[in-house]
């Protein structure tokens, strides 16, 4: 069973820098994609930034001040958040997949406030 541990959340104030870490357990496999969700109080999980063969992409609104990285070999992902703003306050989840499953860890909270 794949498990995914995010860390790193906490409380940072407005134009502050996080770096979240996510650890993947469980497989022998690469997960061929792995990324970052986000969902803030009272809205929908939307994505951050996903990581597939070197490849990545981001949402919008986060192009230029996050960063999404692997590390070589391992299932493990991290991403920079710079320039944090109030409304990047959210749970943060890692997704990888493996075999056309979705795996999902718990989340670490990002709470941007001064």
């Known amino acids: 069973q794949v498990q995914l541990v995010e860390s790193g959340g906490g409380l940072v104030q407005p134009g502050g820098s996080l770096r979240l870490s996510c650890a993947g357990s469980?497989?022998?496999?690469?997960?061929?994609?792995m990324g970052w969700y986000r969902q803030a109080p009272g809205k929908e999980r939307e994505l951050v930034a996903t990581i597939s063969g070197g490849r990545t992409n981001y949402a919008d609104s986060m192009k230029g001040r996050f960063s999404i990285s692997r590390e070589n070999g391992k299932n493990t992902i991290y991403l920079q958040m710079n320039s944090l703003k109030p409304e990047d306050t959210a749970v943060y989840y890692c997704?990888?997949?493996?075999?056309?499953?979705?795996?999902w860890g718990k989340g670490t909270l990002v709470n941007v406030s001064s």
């Open positions: 469980g497989t022998i496999f690469r997960l061929v994609v």
């Open positions: 997704n990888g997949l493996l075999n056309g499953i979705d795996y």
